[in-house]
């Protein structure tokens, strides 16, 4: 579902009172979400529950306490990338690499999407840079054509769930990993 469009339907059909509810069933903090109104509150929800991967439980608690809402995803909704295009994590990492990290990943061949995570998945590629796909906006490029990101140390892939480590050895791994 569109995030703007679930917080615009929360700040609609929840008053302040059973915005906290809200957080309270779904063990939010609501004193921890930033801003100063409803609007807001709302929409910092919204924002958490999607860095968390908590969205789905959003919903369902939104649907649980406003079922005649039409909480159904929009149609607008992306598909996940084709199965046939997802990596594989069957591969075992590569002697001497990245320091481990929990939840990283290798991503050991180029051009190839690999997830889900939470329904995210990640792709480097072979031109240079790396793609999230966003269940809620599509692909993401972070293009890098002159291969000029840092090695041998971990950079977060900005406004994704992603962390990313592109080893400075002649071989070259590159890894990621899910951190929301």
């Known amino acids: 579902m569109d995030?703007?469009?679930l917080s615009d339907l929360v700040d609609e059909y929840f008053n302040i009172s059973e915005l906290q509810d809200l957080c309270f069933q779904l063990q939010i903090d609501y004193e921890s979400l930033s801003g100063n109104n409803r609007r807001d509150k709302t929409r910092e929800l919204t924002m958490h529950c999607h860095r968390h991967g908590?969205?789905?439980d959003l919903i369902a608690k939104c649907r649980e306490l406003r079922?005649?809402?039409d909480w159904e995803p929009a149609e607008e909704e992306?598909?996940?990338?084709?199965v046939e295009q997802t990596g594989s994590f069957a591969s075992p990492f590569p002697?001497?690499?990245a320091p481990r990290v929990p939840g990283m990943f290798w991503m050991n061949y180029p051009d190839n999407w690999y997830g889900p995570f939470y329904g995210y998945y990640i792709?480097?590629?072979s031109v240079g840079g790396f793609q999230v796909w966003d269940p809620y906006?599509?692909?993401i490029p972070f293009p890098d054509p002159y291969r000029q990101i840092a090695r041998n140390a971990w950079l977060r892939l900005p406004n994704s769930p992603f962390n990313i480590y592109v080893d400075g050895s002649p071989a070259g791994h590159v890894f990621g990993q899910y951190s929301p």
């Open 137 to 139: 906006r599509g692909v």
């Open 123 to 125: 792709m480097w590629l």
């Open 78 to 82: 992306f598909d996940a990338p084709p």
């Open 67 to 69: 079922p005649h809402v």
């Open 95 to 97: 002697q001497n690499a």
């Open 54 to 56: 908590r969205i789905d």
């Open 3 to 5: 995030l703007v469009k």
